[in-house]
């Protein structure tokens, strides 16, 4: 059994990542400001101490790294279009935050901290599959401070023999997806809109592709990255080794849900990239990474879990 903060933890991607910690025996201390994360996502993470705070503020930061030995941090503004809109909070959150997290980790004492990155930061690198060793090229500020909060991870490794890694997560879907949010990403957001029999859009003409990872995936990646011998400092994509278009996506909704989808069509939105796909075996070699759910069964099990709470 071992001790974990998990920032950001009411999230989609953190409260699974703390439900499963629970699920297995270990402590589990969350810390959020639940400005993006939801309450009710805290319904399943049953036993956890919640801690009601902003990462901007190192006092909170300090407070709640104290006495454990792995941190898990999630916490950030998601969304490409919200920091287009707003760079300087982004910026405040995911870099400004980050500062504080590694730093108030480092002077607790904590035994590494793990480092949620995104697939935004190589931007117009149109190099497939995405390596690990290209060179970012971010075209968002939401890339941008991904990267700077990857920049500092390496920094903490190297100057200060601190132990970091960096994932970079690939489209994360599944269930407790938030699809009311206005910058709500493309699977729940599609999901929720068939189901109540509304219309749905795609931003581009569609052939655009993602390399859409299941959230048990990353959760699995995210708690073999806590223990994984001789990563210090490292990065590694986790996606799910599968290049799906917009269109494709469409069509496997359609078959899950019984529908034909005529989908309507609009202009493409800046900082968006055109075609996302991951290379795995970095993380296979370094943590073990395996996906172990395929982009169809995931998303099987997500249009269930998401009809299923609609319906009630």
Do not use: W
Not at 159 to 188: C, H, W
Not at 241 to 269: C, H, M, W, Y
Request: hydrophobic letters at 40%; charged letters at 20%.
């Amino acid at each position: 059994m071992a001790s974990y903060l998990v920032t950001g933890g009411a999230g989609f991607i953190g409260s699974h990542v703390a439900a499963t910690l629970l699920s297995r025996g270990d402590t589990v201390r969350i810390l959020d400001n639940f400005s993006t994360g939801h309450r009710s996502n805290l319904a399943v993470i049953n036993g956890a101490e919640i801690i009601e705070g902003d990462v901007r503020s190192y006092h909170t930061v300090r407070d709640a790294v104290d006495g454990v030995e792995f941190v898990i941090h999630q916490a950030a503004l998601p969304s490409v279009p919200r920091s287009i809109r707003d760079p300087i909070t982004t910026n405040d959150v995911n870099v400004v935050g980050t500062l504080n997290v590694l730093n108030a980790s480092r002077d607790a004492k904590v035994a590494r901290m793990i480092y949620a990155s995104s697939s935004s930061i190589y931007g117009r690198n149109s190099g497939l599959p995405k390596i690990e060793g290209m060179v970012p090229r971010p075209i968002s500020p939401y890339a941008v401070s991904k990267l700077a909060g990857e920049n500092y991870c390496q920094a903490f490794s190297d100057l200060y023999e601190f132990e970091t890694v960096m994932l970079r997560y690939f489209n994360v879907f599944g269930p407790r997806q938030d699809p009311k949010s206005q910058y709500s990403a493309v699977i729940p957001l599609f999901i929720d809109r068939l189901v109540r029999n509304e219309p749905v859009t795609i931003n581009g003409d569609g052939t655009q592709t993602r390399d859409f990872t299941y959230v048990d995936n990353v959760v699995a990646a995210t708690l073999a990255a806590c223990t994984a011998p001789n990563v210090s400092g490292k990065l590694f994509n986790i996606a799910g080794g599968e290049q799906i278009s917009i269109l494709d996506l469409v069509e496997a909704l359609g078959k899950l849900l019984n529908r034909r989808i005529a989908p309507t069509f609009r202009p493409s939105r800046i900082g968006d990239i055109p075609h996302s796909y991951a290379s795995i075996e970095a993380a296979r070699v370094g943590i073990g990474y395996e996906p172990a759910v395929n982009f169809r069964d995931g998303l099987s099990r997500t249009v269930g879990s998401m009809s299923s709470a609609i319906a009630a």
